[in-house]
């Protein structure tokens, strides 16, 4: 066992390696970098907004800000240096888990990362225990009545529900029940008073706030849940150590919950550690950018956008990495839920 634990933890490091080293040449080649935007801001102060315009002696690039200026400001962003310089400068850093500054915002990237944190975990933690609350029940009520209509029927709501990404069925939920009907805010997570309200008034905004942007993120994510705890448990029921205990006079009720259970569980237990860290960093990024709660997924998208490249490759190799050790965490517990399980 660590053996093979140390086998993971050294295959971590190349493929880690892997993914900062594409994403760094990826955004070599992307236009309108942060350079380009302050030379774009420059020449729209210093010429009234119309220094990039197009006249009939053609496009105006760089009329206002001279070279000097330019190198000025390649230095201030660090593009004045060679492109493997700069990464061999970020990989250092991220060794010792500096994630660098932002461009464009005046703070260092892990405190970007843990003032947007709570939201991420608000909306996660909703979603994962939600999503693991109905269909855990509901799989094995499925499995119960297979072929029944309430198998039929749940099965159509189920893969409708699977059917319709999050963020279509989130603009839904807006325009009926926070813009027609105006039941619940269209963003946020709090109201403007949340610091006046008392502590139970606080509770009440919270989940009012919190309604919406929960329900679309759970109707996609029960679905396959459901489906692999139907199949699981109709899979052990067909076994034959469940017909000798029904034939040993075994409650069918003991069968389920006392023998059943136990092995059709196995896959879904071994999927809690990368389904709980993927609800807060991976299904969040359009329900958080619809419905304006500032979390992770915001920050990245906006950063993407504004090619704000130190909380890109920060946030990036933070994810990456917790992702790695969250799936040798769910590789490794399948040895604690099935001893009989060997990786040697």
């Excluded at 807060?280 to 956008?305: A, H, N, P, Q, R």
Aim: charged share 15%.
């Amino acid at each position: 066992m660590a053996l093979y634990i140390l086998k993971r933890v050294l295959l971590m490091i190349p493929t880690l390696f892997g993914v900062l080293l594409l994403t760094f040449v990826v955004i070599q080649f992307v236009p309108g970098g942060p350079v380009e935007q302050m030379v774009s801001q420059l020449q729209g102060r210093d010429t009234g907004g119309e220094g990039a315009a197009v006249t009939g002696a053609g496009y105006r690039g760089r009329q206002g800000v001279d070279a000097a200026r330019i190198a000025e400001i390649r230095q201030l962003y660090g593009f004045d240096k060679p492109a493997p310089e700069r990464f061999w400068q970020m990989l250092n850093q991220f060794v010792r888990f500096d994630l660098g500054k932002s461009f464009f915002y005046p703070k260092d990237v892990w405190s970007l990362v843990k003032e947007k944190l709570p939201v991420s975990i608000s909306l996660g933690l909703w979603t994962f225990f939600l999503s693991y609350l109905i269909s855990i029940p509901l799989g094995i009520a499925k499995a119960v009545r297979a072929g029944t209509r309430f198998d039929r029927v749940t099965s159509l709501i189920v893969l409708v529900g699977y059917a319709i990404p999050g963020f279509v069925l989130g603009v839904a939920l807006l325009v009926i029940f926070g813009g027609q009907l105006q039941w619940f805010p269209l963003r946020g997570l709090t109201s403007s008073n949340w610091d006046q309200l008392s502590l139970g008034a606080k509770v009440v905004d919270y989940l009012w706030h919190i309604t919406l942007p929960v329900t679309a993120s759970v109707l996609g994510a029960f679905a396959v849940t459901t489906m692999l705890t139907k199949n699981a448990f109709l899979e052990e029921i067909r076994k034959q150590y469940v017909l000798t205990a029904r034939a040993k006079g075994l409650d069918e009720r003991r069968v389920l919950w006392k023998h059943v259970m136990r092995n059709a569980l196995i896959p879904i237990v071994t999927g809690f550690p990368a389904a709980f860290v993927g609800a807060f960093f991976s299904g969040s990024l359009l329900i958080e950018t619809l419905f304006s709660l500032d979390g992770l997924g915001l920050l990245s998208y906006e950063s993407v956008m504004r090619r704000d490249y130190p909380v890109v490759m920060g946030t990036l190799y933070l994810f990456t990495l917790i992702g790695l050790v969250t799936k040798l965490i769910s590789d490794l517990c399948y040895v604690w839920v099935d001893p009989r399980v060997k990786f040697d």
